[in-house]
């Protein structure tokens, strides 16, 4: 196809697939001419990643040259290449969780016999939510922690097995916009969910 | 106590206490002169609630009125005490919620079988919420749809069930504290689970 049509076909504007191609965000398609070239069903899949990471993951060019730069060179399992992806949209705020913090996120992780790196970043994540949680006077949420960290587990498992199998692209875009996307969805569906349980408790 | 020692425990200055209390929604305490006013636990209690709706519910002060009159003169159950609150904390931003998503929603809580009254702002918010993601290109979360809520029906549980028995005061407290303050652990939780399970698939 056309870039005008790729234009067309994933909704980005023709000056910023240039600008994709340019940043080597893109690769670029088959010359036939001085001034034109041909696009394939793969520059699709890939101009809708980068979209998804720009638009939904909020990600800078560097952060998705880095997911690009993954999927050309992948590592050795399907799983780190969807762990790049997953760690190169935390928020990056908490690099300075609280040490007493990480290590209460540290030891549930290892009660519950999770295999979760000591690089990801969403253990800072969990010890900051924590801490917040305790200061503002919470209490009883960390009696239940395992019970919510089992529940979020069952999430997982559905994000997971939602990843689509044909190419890696479409699956590291799955993982942006579910991981974006979906949490909205889930707090209203928690929320919707505690008016049932309570009013079946009356 | 005297309000010196209601503002220590509370964490909430006396000038702000001062503020409650001609706003009404704070009670008055015992008078035990003409410039000084005795205060019990459940003022107390009640502070730490008007605390919890301002600073991490976000409430305006005529949001936090109306759950004060709740508590004053409650409704027949405690489902529907809770309910004040939860609503409350609905962020109103989703009113006109485009009517063919509102029926997804719907149609959803129906096959679930849940309790949830017409009335719930969250309706509104699980249909914007599926809206954008469906506009941002996420395909296969429909599909899932009923397995997520059913995993965020487990979580709801955990919430009920961590509702202090004591006082309505308390137990609204968690309420606001729960929703807002939780979000973030859950989200947190969900990722450190996604990595669980993938690296289990390779």
Known sequence: MRISELSARSGVSVPTLKYYLREGLLPPGRATGARSAEYGDDHLERVRLVRALVESGGLSIAGVRKVVAALDSPPPTRHELMGVAQYAL??????????????????????LGWQVSE???????????????????LEGGGRHLAAYAKAMHRVAQIDVRNLPPESPEAALR????????????????RRLAQEDVSSRRG
């Open 90 to 111: 935390a928020r990056e705020r908490n690099p300075a969780a609280d040490p007493g913090w990480r290590k209460v996120a540290g030891a549930l992780l290892d009660d």
């Open 119 to 137: 690089e990801s970043p969403y253990r800072a994540d969990l010890a900051a939510a924590l801490e917040a949680a305790v200061a503002a006077g």
């Open 174 to 189: 799955t993982v942006v916009l579910g991981n974006v996307l979906l949490d909205p969805v889930l707090a209203a569906l």
